[in-house]
Structure formats: structure tokens, C-alpha cells
């Protein structure tokens, strides 16, 4: 922690916390994820490191970018970039009631499906998407970050079994305890997606209880006749309460309301990325253009398997 100054904290949960720090060498501020592992397992401690790898591979513009890790004092640190913005929670919460454009809306939703796809595209589920965990960078880029209970899948079928996630957004399947994949980010996705819409949770109650019975029954107020057709529509698909009958996020990205909007989130470092990608998937096009008009979205079940480890932090 040497080269690092403590700003403030900022967060803090059962992992550990979070600490604004100011860099003594560069004057950059960043995020410190401070983990406690003295008192972890050799097994516990093995897995905070494997989140860390996980984070490393997790280069994306859309996605918060990991910096460094370091291990001190029986702590893990993981330091990240700090979003000046804030996070989407604290946005929404300062609308005060005003909605916001659709526009405002999609032009959101859209980079962070972007940062989904690379998530889901290297077989990962990220298993904690909220809007507490989206962040907005100081010229308005949204990134995706808090990887903290990410898990890597081994292959495309692998169904997790771990019940996990923020209680406003656990889908159907894992609120009854049943297997479940990539499809249950899918349905997050929609409860954020229903949150910019409304300022509110999709789905609310008293009690543990009732909100489960809620989720399960799918049951949530509609959405303002002021937005669009095409985005409504979209927000009953990702809420299909049969997670086989929600659309894979490339396929999101695919609606034409939105493939529209992709071309300006399409920097040279994305376009980078996927070009690379698609040539460790044997999936290359002979040219750039070929693969920017496919909007980015490659077939999920062409994938290969990525033989990596899962993370259960």
C-alpha cells in the first residue's frame, strides 16, 4: 500500500471493503478492493486469486479496468479505476421522479450489453449485475464492474448451482433453487433495464418471502406507455420467467432498435478485441468491415470451450 494514499472508503461487505486511494506516483485515483484472507482456508484463498485472474483477463471500455493485485499484511488488494460518475444506483436515485429519455436510456443499456457479451462470450457468468455494480465514467461511458462473485463456466451447458446475486434481481430459477447459466444475468439485465425505465425495482415486497413469490410469479407494474414499443417488448423478453425463452444478450444487441446505436460505442479497442477474438475462434472474417457489420455479435454456440476455473467468491 506503499503507493497509494487513502482517500476514503466507499464501500464495504462481507468480502472486505473498498478504499479510494490517490496513486504517489501518477496523482491517479483508484479503487482498492481490500479482501481479508488471514483467516481463509488455503482453499478460500486460492479462490480470491483466481478472481483476480479472472479481472485481468477483463480488458473492455465498457468494463471498470483492473490495474493491479497485490497481497500484504493478510490482505489481498485488487486495485481498480475509479469511475468519477458514480454508479447508475445513485443516478437513478437523483432523478427524483423524472424519467429518463429513451434515448438516455438505450444509449446505456447498449454499452452495457456490449460489456455482457465480452463477459459471456469468454464463459463467464457474472452473477451480481445491479445498478450499484454499473458505473459511469466522468464523459458518461458506462462500465461494468464488481466481478466479486463472478464464476467461469467450463463449458456451454455447465449450469451453476450456487445461490448468489442481490435479492431485487435473483431470477426465477434461483429463487427455486434450480440450476441455472448465463441466462439468469439475462434477467438482471432486464431488472436494470426496468429500473432506468421507472426509477424503481422491478420487483418489491415487505419480506423475503413475498419477493421471492413475486419473482417467481413474474408479476411486475408496467412500464410507461412513453417509452417505445420496441423497448417494451424487449423488457418481457428478458423477464420470461423460462430462462430458455430469454434472448442470449447477443441476440439483444441484434434488435434493430438497438444494433443502430452500436456503431458509436464501437471504439478501436473494441473493434481490436473482436477481430483478435474471433481469430482465436477460428471465426475471422477476411475483413474489418465484415466483422463490424455482424454488430459484434458471434454465435455463443460456436464458441469454444475455455478450460478455466470457477470463481465463488
Known amino acids: ?3 497509494y494514499e487513502k482517500v476514503k472508503k466507499i464501500g464495504e461487505g462481507s468480502f472486505g471493503k473498498a478504499v479510494l486511494v490517490k496513486s504517489k506516483e501518477d496523482g491517479h485515483q483508484y479503487v482498492i478492493k481490500e479482501i481479508g484472507i488471514s483467516g481463509m482456508s488455503s482453499k478460500e484463498r486460492q479462490e480470491s486469486r483466481k478472481e483476480v485472474a479472472v479481472l485481468a483477463n477483463m480488458s473492455h471500455p465498457n468494463i471498470v479496468q483492473y490495474k493491479e493485485s497485490f497481497e500484504e499484511g493478510g490482505c489481498l488488494y485488487i486495485v481498480m479505476d ?8 445513485k443516478k437513478i436515485n437523483s432523478q427524483k421522479g423524472v424519467l429518463f429519455s429513451e434515448e438516455q436510456i438505450l444509449d446505456w443499456f447498449v454499452q452495457i450489453c456490449l460489456a455482457l457479451k465480452h463477459v459471456h462470450d469468454r464463459k463467464i457468468l457474472h452473477r451480481d449485475i445491479k445498478s450499484q455494480n454499473i458505473f459511469l465514467t466522468k464523459d458518461g461511458t458506462v462500465q461494468l464492474g464488481d466481478f466479486g462473485i463472478a ?3 467450463n463449458s456451454t451447458v455447465e449450469l451453476a448451482r450456487t445461490c448468489i446475486g442481490t435479492p431485487y434481481y435473483l431470477s426465477p430459477e434461483i429463487c427455486e ?3 441455472y447459466n448465463n441466462k439468469s444475468d439475462i434477467w438482471a439485465l432486464g431488472c436494470v433495464l426496468y429500473e432506468m425505465c421507472t426509477l424503481k425495482h422491478a420487483f418489491e415486497a415487505g419480506n423475503m418471502k413475498n419477493l421471492v413469490l413475486k419473482i417467481i410469479r413474474g ?5 410507461s406507455v412513453h417509452y417505445s414499443q420496441e423497448l417494451r417488448s424487449l423488457l418481457a423478453q428478458l423477464f420470461k420467467r423460462n430462462p430458455r425463452e430469454r434472448p442470449s444478450v447477443s441476440s439483444v444487441l441484434d434488435k434493430p432498435f438497438l444494433t443502430c446505436r452500436i456503431e458509436k460505442f464501437l471504439t478501436p479497442q473494441v473493434e481490436h478485441m473482436m477481430r483478435c477474438f474471433s481469430y482465436s475462434l477460428n471465426l475471422c472474417k477476411p475483413e474489418l468491415s465484415a466483422l463490424c457489420s455482424c454488430r459484434l455479435m ?3 454456440s460456436r464458441v469454444h470451450v475455455i478450460h478455466t476455473v470457477a470463481i465463488f467468491i
Do not use: A, I, Q
Not at 408479476?219 to 412500464?223: E, K
Open 1 to 3: 500500500m506503499d503507493k
Open 82 to 89: 475509479y469511475c468519477e460518475g458514480g454508479d447508475l444506483f
Open 151 to 153: 464464476r467461469v463456466l
Open 177 to 179: 433453487n434450480k440450476p
Open 219 to 223: 408479476s411486475y407494474p408496467p412500464v
Open 298 to 300: 458471434l454465435d455463443c
